[in-house]
C-alpha cells in the first residue's frame, strides 16, 4: 500500500467534442454546451436539482447521458428532450463512464456506497440489472475505466480520509491495488 497526500475536491463534469465544443454540468441543474469559436454558453438543458455527473457514450455522439440524484437520464440532443430514465442508486450518483473497447458498458459511483457496472442493451425502465456490484464502507466519488477498458479506478473521499481503488480484473472485480490519500 502507498501512502500520498493529494487535495481532492467535487467540481462539474466536462464533455469535449471535436469540433470546437464543449457540453458542462452544474450544481443548479445546467447542462450547457458552450461554443468555443463563438465564445458563447448556451443553457440546453435546464433540472430541478444539482447535476453531478455528465458523460458521452462512445458510439453515440448525440446523446449524454447525466445523473440527477439517484437517477440516470438520457437527454437526445436531436430532440432536445430527456428520452430516458433509470433509477439506479439508492442516493445520488456521483459519476458515469462508459468503458472505451465496449461502449454499451459503463460504471457509476455513488454515495449510497456502490459501484455499479451497467450494460445498457439490458437496461430496463423498471429495475434494470446490474452486472456487478463493488460494495464500501463509504460513500464512493467517482468510477472510471482506464483507456484500455481493462481497469476501473474508484474513490471515495470522506473528509479525513481518501483512498484510491484499483481493480485489474473486472470479470472477478479482484482489487490489487489501494492508496490512501
Same mark, same amino acid.
Given at each position: 500500500? &502507498?501512502?500520498? *497526500?493529494?487535495?481532492? +475536491?467535487?467540481? /462539474? $463534469?466536462?464533455?469535449?467534442?471535436?469540433?470546437?465544443?464543449?457540453? $458542462? #454540468?452544474?450544481?443548479?441543474? %445546467?447542462? #450547457?454546451?458552450?461554443?468555443?469559436?463563438? %465564445?458563447?454558453?448556451?443553457?440546453?438543458?435546464?433540472? /430541478?436539482?444539482?447535476?453531478?455527473?455528465? =458523460?458521452?457514450?462512445?458510439?453515440?455522439? @448525440?446523446?449524454?447521458? &447525466?445523473?440527477?440524484?439517484?437517477?440516470?437520464?438520457?437527454?437526445? %440532443?436531436? !430532440?432536445?428532450?430527456?428520452?430516458?430514465?433509470?433509477?439506479?442508486?439508492?442516493?445520488?450518483?456521483?459519476?458515469?463512464?462508459?468503458?472505451?473497447?465496449?461502449?454499451?458498458?459503463?460504471?457509476? *459511483?455513488? !454515495?449510497?456506497?456502490?459501484? =455499479?457496472? +451497467?450494460?445498457?442493451?439490458?437496461?430496463?425502465? %423498471?429495475?434494470?440489472?446490474?452486472?456487478?456490484?463493488?460494495?464500501?464502507?463509504?460513500?464512493?466519488?467517482?468510477?472510471?475505466?482506464?483507456?484500455?477498458?481493462?481497469?476501473?479506478?474508484? !474513490?471515495? #473521499?470522506?473528509?479525513?480520509? $481518501?483512498?484510491?481503488?484499483?481493480?485489474?480484473?473486472?470479470?472477478? =472485480?479482484?482489487?490489487?491495488? @489501494?492508496?490512501?490519500?
Amino acid at each position: 500500500m &502507498f501512502n500520498i *497526500s493529494i487535495f481532492v +475536491w467535487c467540481s /462539474d $463534469s466536462f464533455i469535449y467534442k471535436l469540433d470546437l465544443q464543449i457540453y $458542462s #454540468c452544474s450544481y443548479q441543474g %445546467e447542462i #450547457c454546451l458552450m461554443d468555443v469559436e463563438k %465564445e458563447n454558453f448556451n443553457v440546453i438543458h435546464l433540472c /430541478d436539482y444539482p447535476i453531478f455527473s455528465l =458523460c458521452q457514450a462512445p458510439n453515440s455522439p @448525440s446523446s449524454l447521458y &447525466f445523473a440527477e440524484g439517484n437517477d440516470l437520464k438520457l437527454y437526445d %440532443e436531436r !430532440t432536445g428532450k430527456v428520452s430516458a430514465t433509470w433509477n439506479l442508486h439508492d442516493h445520488r450518483i456521483n459519476s458515469i463512464d462508459f468503458r472505451p473497447e465496449n461502449p454499451y458498458v459503463f460504471a457509476t *459511483s455513488s !454515495t449510497d456506497r456502490t459501484v =455499479c457496472i +451497467w450494460d445498457m442493451r439490458s437496461m430496463k425502465k %423498471e429495475g434494470p440489472e446490474k452486472l456487478k456490484v463493488l460494495e464500501y464502507n463509504r460513500a464512493i466519488q467517482s468510477a472510471y475505466f482506464s483507456p484500455s477498458g481493462n481497469m476501473l479506478a474508484t !474513490t471515495r #473521499c470522506p473528509f479525513f480520509s $481518501s483512498k484510491l481503488f484499483i481493480f485489474t480484473s473486472l470479470a472477478g =472485480c479482484s482489487m490489487n491495488h @489501494s492508496l490512501s490519500m
